[in-house]
């Protein structure tokens, strides 16, 4: 059986991965970041799976950064040695994170208050065991982090001692503009944000070994990382309909899609119903900002060639109408009750997290599905 | 301790179930049925947990609806012994409704097209077992369904032979008017539609014992339901920000909320960071449509006391961003780092499904806090 006719014997919604997608794009960026000599640290929120970790880490076990807590136990425990956590650290959290460290992984944090240091740095003192912390730095006005110019930075790395590693941001906003060169300007914030931050510890006579940078726009945009040691970027994995609209890649790229089975037609509408709706494809409507609006996904045959113009265009929670994108120009397709089709997703963290395991397309035509677990939660 | 202080020695995010408003919510329409003489049957969509079941369905285990084949199974296994799957059947999932059957459950499907009439037929025929099937009706343009009025109608019922229960309809639309008064009316539609239908059936000498309807807003503002058998509805179970937001509950009713903590501050633009991102709230925007946009959730203290126009204003993977609602008048408040919030979601369903358990606060206030597990996938 060819792995199209595999698919179509198979329960949906059920979440699809093209594994062949997925290392060509693995590849693409670590032979990117070659030249710049920085370490590259995939995040691995995106795809909360071992088997999919093991694909995208150097050597299998290399750096990694994990947006929760129980990814960093779940991957502790699968080998992983060196995780950050990225999301700023609550107190209540560091005794989880010395329990793990006690473990033997390298496991660091980040923050941008005094609040916080105090609480790393007594924490660390009680445990006997220096909790490693980036100081989170902002360089876009997107979420957290402190300025490079803040006089909190320096006032932060003292309060950390032992504890300084370094400095880190993230150019969220760089996933608001489209084209190569507003990504790179984005990169150009990334890394003088970080590196004038970590100008500033250094000047003040403190340590700052972890000069951090990254998002899947700027680490594919990224042209001169002079004084940056590491690369961050998560989403690239898989890629998604939000990165196809700002041109990061091609629908071609994207290797996650979800398999659905047409269950209904309103003809006069113009609607085919599928049996895909939010909670398998998610409510994330990331491309409604964007100059193609996707709905919720983009549909394709289950071979995987896209649908010219055919979207996702409302959602319910099990119900989908697929529906002509407005002025699209195309003719509705006749397609029987019965018929299997694969989703696009909009954002693809959001949409795995709708599901607990890949049924994987292996790269080898020849060889069986495969199915790997993934995982949710805290 | 109290349990505030229970909630605040407990990981976060983490979604919290007020057992007290849900047996409210519970009771309200399941008083407000009685004197229509119609059969509840909850959707059990929104919870899908069997402690929440249990509490909700007439002596635990009375009629119950599901959106998917897995909340079926799971509700089968744990006593209930009539359930409706209220999405069009797709042909390839009749083997797995007729297994259901073999256990002894009644498992009823719903359609909406010749070409599925046939299917169950057909299944039905080889199988020596009728699967009963509801043909769904069109009454406000929302999603599936024939017209009332459309021979396709009759034709289906013919076809269905002994599968053929009755008729179902869903105001879908209702969600989207605000009022009693606006609610009465998509009522009215729906219990028009389908006793029309279900006329239209027994004109031919078809039989037509079930005549379903429903949505939570209908189900708390029907007037008239002769004609009807049964209503369901399911959000009512917990109510939400959008439930809120057209008028059929407060936000004194909400029985969910997602505990939080605070990672942050960005103090000059008006910002508190949590640690309850999409992941943990999902991506519905239920609300931005509605007079009171909540953006992904409206802030609660750790009692459950709204805090007055501060929203989870935006959201990544796992971080939220707490600020006041534009035009709210409100003074940001401050809230240090470390502090447990509650957030009230926009949509039951889309937060709920986020997490595997609920922590519960029993209605006893010298109970200790409690965890049902609830499932997820199809």
């Given at each position: 059986?060819?792995?199209?006719?595999?698919?179509?014997?198979?329960?949906?919604?059920?979440?699809?991965?093209?594994?062949?997608?997925?290392?060509?794009?693995?590849?693409?960026?670590?032979?990117?970041?070659?030249?710049?000599?920085?370490?590259?640290?995939?995040?691995?929120?995106?795809?909360?799976?071992?088997?999919?970790?093991?694909?995208?880490?150097?050597?299998?076990?290399?750096?990694?950064?994990?947006?929760t807590l129980k990814e960093a136990e779940v991957f502790a425990r699968a080998?992983?040695?060196?995780?950050?956590?990225?999301?700023?650290?609550?107190?209540?959290?560091?005794?989880?994170?010395?329990?793990?460290?006690?473990?033997?992984?390298?496991?660091?944090?980040?923050?941008?208050?005094?609040?916080?240091?105090?609480?790393?740095?007594?924490?660390?003192?009680?445990?006997?065991?220096?909790?490693?912390?980036?100081?989170?730095?902002?360089?876009?006005?997107?979420?957290?982090?402190?300025?490079?110019?803040?006089?909190?930075?320096?006032?932060?790395?003292?309060?950390?001692?032992?504890?300084?590693?370094?400095?880190?941001?993230?150019?969220?906003?760089?996933?608001?503009?489209?084209?190569?060169?507003?990504?790179?300007?984005?990169?150009?914030?990334?890394?003088?944000?970080?590196?004038?931050?970590?100008?500033?510890?250094?000047?003040?006579?403190?340590?700052?070994?972890v000069v951090s940078v990254g998002s899947t726009p700027t680490a594919h945009?990224?042209?001169?990382?002079?004084?940056?040691?590491?690369?961050?970027?998560?989403?690239?994995?898989?890629?998604?309909?939000?990165?196809?609209?700002?041109?990061?890649?091609?629908?071609?790229?994207?290797?996650?899609?979800?398999?659905?089975?047409?269950?209904?037609?309103?003809?006069?509408?113009?609607?085919?119903?599928?049996?895909?709706?939010?909670?398998?494809?998610?409510?994330?409507?990331?491309?409604?900002?964007?100059?193609?609006?996707?709905?919720?996904?983009?549909?394709?045959?289950?071979?995987?060639?896209?649908?010219?113009?055919?979207?996702?265009?409302?959602?319910?929670?099990?119900?989908?109408?697929?529906?002509?994108?407005?002025?699209?120009?195309?003719?509705?397709?006749?397609?029987?009750?019965?018929?299997?089709?694969?989703?696009?997703?909009?954002?693809?963290?959001?949409?795995?997290?709708?599901?607990?395991?890949?049924?994987?397309?292996?790269?080898?035509?020849?060889?069986?599905?495969?199915?790997?677990?993934?995982?949710?939660?805290?």
């Open positions: 059986m060819t792995h199209a006719e595999c698919l179509d014997a198979l329960p949906t919604p059920r979440l699809v991965l093209d594994e062949a997608r997925m290392l060509c794009n693995v590849a693409r960026l670590r032979t990117r970041m070659t030249p710049h000599g920085v370490t590259l640290r995939p995040h691995l929120k995106t795809a909360k799976s071992v088997e999919v970790a093991r694909r995208v880490l150097e050597g299998g076990t290399g750096p990694a950064t994990v947006s080998g992983v040695r060196d995780i950050l956590y990225a999301v700023g650290i609550a107190p209540q959290k560091l005794a989880r994170v010395l329990a793990l460290r006690a473990t033997g992984c390298d496991l660091s944090v980040i923050l941008d208050s005094p609040e916080q240091a105090a609480a790393v740095a007594e924490a660390s003192r009680i445990a006997g065991n220096a909790i490693p912390a980036l100081i989170e730095i902002d360089c876009d006005g997107h979420r957290g982090g402190v300025s490079p110019e803040d006089p909190a930075l320096v006032e932060i790395g003292r309060m950390l001692g032992a504890s300084l590693r370094g400095v880190l941001t993230h150019a969220g906003e760089s996933y608001n503009v489209v084209g190569e060169a507003a990504h790179a300007a984005f990169a150009a914030r990334e890394c003088a944000a970080a590196v004038a931050a970590a100008g500033a510890l250094r000047t003040a006579g403190l340590p700052c070994p945009a990224a042209r001169d990382l002079t004084g940056v040691t590491e690369m961050r970027a998560g989403v690239y994995v898989f890629f998604d309909l939000v990165m196809a609209g700002i041109g990061v890649c091609t629908t071609g790229d994207i290797a996650l899609s979800v398999l659905t089975t047409v269950i209904g037609h309103q003809r006069e509408r113009g609607w085919i119903l599928v049996d895909a709706g939010w909670m398998a494809l998610s409510r994330d409507r990331g491309t409604a900002q964007q100059a193609v609006d996707q709905g919720y996904g983009l549909a394709c045959d289950i071979e995987g060639r896209v649908i010219p113009g055919l979207i996702l265009s409302a959602a319910n929670q099990e119900h989908g109408i697929l529906a002509l994108r407005p002025g699209s120009g195309e003719t509705l397709p006749e397609i029987p009750v019965g018929t299997r089709l694969r989703i696009l997703p909009n954002h693809a963290c959001a949409t795995a997290a709708q599901f607990d395991a890949y049924t994987v397309l292996p790269t080898d035509p020849d060889a069986a599905l495969a199915e790997w677990p993934r995982f949710g939660g805290w």
